[in-house]
């Protein structure tokens, strides 16, 4: 009986058939149908679940119309395949349920999210580290990441959020209430609340409002030897590395270099000499149409979005350019290039 069980065993028709369990090699939640059970040196022993619509049928007493049907490779599940997670969830069991999934990639942890409910959804999340729950809510669709962050704790949106890329954050945060935005915008440092406000500011399908404030830019009249210690000091993000932005005396965008080409570059050469002056830009109110068009024209990872005065506003990075022109089941195929 279920109360004469030991340690990790389980009652497989009452804990196991037709509850959800992850497919650890599709990441996919199936429910289990049946249990497939297979003999081993005289002992019975749990072989895999059949997640089949013919499982079902037998157990309805419609064996005789399974059998009619054609077997398909995805029916039966490997036993050493399944994570039984929506059972652990069930008995708070957070550690165990999240051992094999902490390690997954942050759209296939985000695959899975979508799938459970709001209770499963919110401690999948929990259970992750910040930037892995970071990263995973970017991955998400839309509407489910802002329902994700107003499932939070306060303190803990705000920490997650401010691990999100600011043109991402300024998204999510107008698909929240205004109350709920302004929460989370006041538990952030003061800069960072004005970044994302002024880049939620701008209106939809702008560049304004594709762009992020993430990247590098460096003075023009430095030797490639200071930009690259410059670069290690400030410590960005990998994602922000691809390009560097040149500024000039007065803060304003006249050149672009790749980071390859630093790293290649003499280090006593200065940056004006070998940047790239003839730079593709859009001011902050083009239409997203014409950012996508520029950027697969000219082959460009990353758009400069500069001011009527020349000054660098952000850049908009070409998967967040697709992302806005393309339809959705296209741009789940996009990889997060600055990422």
Not at 144 to 152: D, I, N, P, Q, V
Not at 184 to 210: F, I, K, N, T, Y
Not at 224 to 235: G, T, Y
Not at 320 to 334: G, S, Y
Request: proline residues 5%; negative net charge.
């Amino acid at each position: 009986t279920a109360a004469a069980l030991r340690g990790d065993e389980l009652a497989l028709v009452d804990a196991v058939l037709d509850i959800q369990v992850l497919d650890k090699r599709s990441r996919r939640f199936v429910r289990v149908q049946d249990v497939v059970l297979q003999t081993h040196e005289g002992r019975l022993m749990v072989a895999g679940i059949d997640v089949s619509g013919g499982a079902v049928m037998r157990r309805i007493g419609l064996g005789f119309l399974a059998r009619r049907r054609h077997a398909a490779p995805d029916d039966v599940v490997p036993w050493e395949a399944v994570n039984l997670i929506s059972l652990r969830l069930s008995r708070l069991n957070f550690v165990e349920a999240f051992a094999e999934v902490a390690d997954m990639h942050p759209a296939d942890l985000a695959d899975v999210v979508s799938q459970v409910g709001p209770r499963e959804r919110a401690a999948v999340l929990g259970a992750l580290n910040t930037q892995l729950a970071a990263d995973t809510l970017q991955e998400m669709e839309d509407e489910l990441r802002s329902a994700a962050l107003l499932e939070m704790e306060v303190e803990r949106a705000v920490a997650v959020l401010a691990e999100i890329d600011p043109d991402d954050a300024a998204d999510i945060l107008a698909e929240l209430p205004d109350d709920a935005a302004e929460t989370l915008l006041a538990g952030l440092p003061q800069a960072d609340a004005e970044v994302l406000r002024h880049l939620a500011s701008h209106p939809d399908h702008s560049a304004g409002a594709l762009m992020t404030t993430d990247f590098v830019t460096l003075p023009r009249g430095i030797t490639s030897a200071e930009a690259l210690a410059r670069i290690r000091a400030e410590a960005p993000e990998e994602h922000a590395l691809a390009i560097v932005f040149v500024l000039d005396d007065g803060r304003r965008l006249c050149g672009v270099v790749a980071l390859g080409e630093l790293v290649l570059a003499d280090p006593e050469r200065h940056l004006e000499s070998f940047m790239e002056d003839d730079v593709v830009t859009v001011t902050p109110d083009a239409p997203e149409e014409e950012v996508a068009r520029l950027m697969t024209h000219y082959n460009l990872l990353a758009l400069p979005v500069v001011e009527e005065d020349g000054h660098l506003a952000g850049i908009v990075t070409l998967d967040d350019a697709l992302e806005a022109v393309l339809p959705d089941e296209l741009t789940q195929r996009l990889p997060r290039l600055f990422r």
